[in-house]
């Protein structure tokens, strides 16, 4: 592994004061609420072990578990975490969680996965630091992962206020969620000292407890402001990043005349949007009766300006997931299919209708790669894991995203042999292209790789504070590395 690479991956070397200093910590916060009964602070501590054929974790042992596990192993995992929940009678609020992760083996690493502080005056709420979170309409328990916001890399550090949940009008057959946030990118990729703007709308048609409830909605990130990484004297060496810049990010606005632009901003800027932008329109069906309930959702992929031309609006994340109340050795039933290889030449019904043109209809909409750097986050892809990053697959290196072409089918079931025994399995088969080149005819099956990745696991409470983990994990193909690996775990409850 060249120096470069080692860089990107974050292999710092493990902290074994900062890893005492933080488990101190925890061991305080359990000791001085031990004696409080109506204390609403937890914690627990949770150690994992990997090992595998090929030296590297499975992909669905290491996906949508937020940074926390390493790309190489034979390696330990380390986890503490202490939070305060909410009181929901409360009028008035406030929450935390601290979660500290540390690497032992062929990865050695450590760091603060969550650490944010929130305040909440009744379904609003305003918090900040780094939080575990996913963006999107879908099941959030088990995907594959959402297309835009998944929880598969360590969470960006944001200020956010937003909602918690549906505000309710009309007698609670309308609800609407919202949230506004601003962040702060890493440095690995070409552009350092970014920013990162983020807001979502979703919308509610139904009572909670309905039968049927549709959802509407989208998610919009933008990644903005800073400065390239290399300096060569030329336009881009610095990215406007002034309130006037933010207006035009946060807005999407193309007249240029409402406020005075900065003087940084060069044409990519004034002739198409400040940053780059990127995220999904959602629709959902909710239906609820009385034995569970069915879940059916479209992610429709866009990035740049482009969205509302319709272009991409066939690319996405299509699923639904059936849940069945009643339990038993399958209780939820999750199926995906993932689509991203018509990037931006696609031409709707809807837009030909509408009579939508896309001035930009010849050009590659390469989804999550752009000038700024790959959609990444301390090396991690932050949208779908199966959209692989390069450094976590054969042959390629780099925080970017090759093979960014995808036919993806997934499916996850998870249920109980018993009240303390639960078992889940994630399965996907997966297939890869380049962007293509939109004057040639649509990419035909011969023009992909192929993938599949499976995972399954089980889990036994053995007390009330003590539970263990098992996991097997299998790949077999071209994108990542073919590899049959396992984890043990175990994980403590303190409060």
Known sequence: MDENHMSQKRNKTFSIKNFLFCWGLFLFLHLEVKGNPDTSIHASIEAQVLASDAGVSPFWIRSLQYG??????TSAVLKAWSGKNYHLKKKYDWKYELEATGWVGKQNDFWLTQAYISGRRGKWELWAGRRKEVYGLGDTTLTGGFYAWSGNAVPIPKVQIGTRDYLNFAKGWLGVHMTFSHGWMDNQGPTIHGFLHQKSLYGRFGKPDSFINVFAGLNHQVMWGGESKIKTGGDYDYYPSSL????????????REIIPTDTLAKYDDLGNQFGNHLGSFDVAIKFQPTWGEVLVYK?????????????????????????????????????EYLYTAN????????AEFLKIKDPHQIEIESYFNNGRGGWQYWGKGIGTPIMVIDNESQGNKGLG???????????????????????????????????RNH??????????????SG??????????????????????????????GASFGIKYILL
Not at 343 to 350: F, H, P, R, V
Not at 407 to 434: E, M, N, P, Q, V
Not at 439 to 452: C, K, T, V, Y
């Open 68 to 73: 926390q596990v390493p790309l190489e192993n």
């Open 244 to 255: 006037n810049s933010y207006f035009y990010v946060v807005t999407v606005l193309k007249d």
């Open 299 to 335: 992610q429709s992929a866009y990035e740049t300006g482009r969205g509302f031309a319709l272009t991409q609006i066939n690319d996405g994340l299509t699923g639904i997931s059936i849940k069945n109340k009643s339990g038993g050795i399958i209780d939820q039933i999750t199926l």
């Open 343 to 350: 990037q931006g030449n696609y031409i709707s019904g809807l």
């Open 401 to 435: 995203f090759t093979l960014n072409a995808i036919k993806s089918y997934y499916l996850g079931i998870s249920g109980h042999f018993s009240d303390t025994f639960s078992w889940k399995t994630r399965i996907s088969h997966s297939y890869y292209a380049s962007p």
């Open 439 to 452: 004057l040639a005819p649509r990419l035909s099956d011969a023009d992909f790789i192929s993938q599949f």
């Open 455 to 484: 995972m399954i696991s089980l889990q036994k409470i053995l007390s009330e504070k003590c539970s263990l983990t098992l996991q097997f994990g299998y790949d077999e193909g071209r994108r990542v590395k073919n590899t049959l």
